[in-house]
């Protein structure tokens, strides 16, 4: 099993900045891509933004600019710093990570249980 916990959601003044961190723990071998999303109400899941072992990131275009997501491999960590917060980016975020049980054998997607953030003066 691989358990996923978000931490750093709040809430914020427009134009303020948060720093959302996701450690993953339990039985695994590497994690593959990590990244975040988020889930408005009334709204679907929606990708914010992810990061591969390789380093390769990818970004929604509501957010490139103001987020950057960046990971600690050796802590099996994955952050995201947001700056420039708008009231739209309130949501539910929720992190997400490719888990490989073994070297060869992928062990399935995991998700952590959402943090709140919420953008509001």
């Known amino acids: 099993q691989v358990q996923l916990v978000e931490s750093g959601g709040g809430l914020v003044q427009p134009g303020g900045s948060l720093r959302l961190s996701c450690a993953a723990s339990?039985?695994?071998?590497?994690?593959?891509?990590m990244g975040w999303y988020r889930q408005a109400p009334e709204k679907e899941r929606e990708l914010v933004a992810t990061?591969?072992?390789?380093?390769?990131?990818n970004y929604a275009d509501s957010v490139k600019g103001r987020f950057t997501i960046s990971r600690d491999n050796a802590k099996n960590t994955v952050y995201l710093q947001m700056n420039s917060l708008k009231p739209e980016d309130t949501a539910v975020y929720y992190c997400?990570?490719?888990?490989?049980?073994?070297?060869?054998?992928?062990?399935?997607?995991?998700w952590g249980q959402g943090t709140q953030v919420t953008v509001s003066s």
């Open positions: 997400n990570a490719d888990v490989f049980i073994s070297r060869w054998r992928y062990g399935g997607e995991y």
């Open positions: 339990g039985s695994f071998f590497s994690i593959n891509t």
């Open positions: 990061v591969a072992t390789t380093g390769t990131i």
